[in-house]
């Protein structure tokens, strides 16, 4: 019997294993489709945030704010797809005629494609729409999230700390939920010694869509010395 079982096992390993060759043809399939559809698309600045953020919270009508002060600023803006925060933000460019683009997830919950896309991808693989955002993004804004949210917002630090991409503004908005955080990164894990001093300089904190805009805004004014320049300022990805 236990010889059996152990046959069924290496049986069972050996089928996942046959999988693997066509799943890197997806995978590839997948990174192909995606960066033939937005390598024109000029300069995005990609919105992190909840997809459980309701219609009638602050932090959503915030993020339609965002959406329109963003197109008003000559940027395009890029999401998740989803609904919450990415909805909203979403929803600001594309009623001010702006270039609005979700790249969509297959999740088993939460995950509805929001209906104000005027470009929409639609991805199996997380890490392949994870390259996607920050590699068309000349900026990152990061609204109140869960865990999926603070992935996007330290894998985007962590980019930028290992000189993986070209520095990018990384803006969170919303002081109330963001500064227990930040003050934990400074206290904690600088005087640790697990980070650099200067690491905290990689991100800056707004209140509200106006502030955040203005940040990133003047950010690229002063290190590009004019408006923004999707040339310039598109970073690399490490893959």
Known sequence: MKKKNQEKLVHELTDFRAEDTWRVFRIMAEFVDSFESMH????LVTVFGSARTAPDHPYYLDAVDIGKRLVEKGYG????????????????AYEND???????????????PNPYQNKSLSFRYFFVRKVCFIKYSVAAVVYPGGFGTLDEFFESITLIQTNKINKIPV??????????????????????????????????????????????????????????????SNPKSAM
Do not use: C, R
């Open 40 to 43: 024109k698309t000029g300069p």
């Open 77 to 92: 803006v890029l999401t998740g797809g989803g609904p919450g925060i990415m909805e909203a933000a979403n929803k600001g």
């Open 98 to 112: 702006g270039i609005s683009i979700g790249l969509n997830i297959d999740l088993p919950e939460e995950q509805n």
């Open 171 to 232: 803006v969170l908005v919303g002081e109330k939920f963001w500064t227990p955080l930040l003050e934990w990164i400074k206290n904690g894990l600088t005087e640790a010694k697990m980070i650099s001093p200067g690491d905290v300089n990689m991100y800056m904190l707004a209140d509200n869509a106006e502030e955040a805009v203005d940040l990133l805004h003047a950010y690229h004014k002063k290190v590009l010395k004019d408006e923004v320049n999707p040339t310039k």
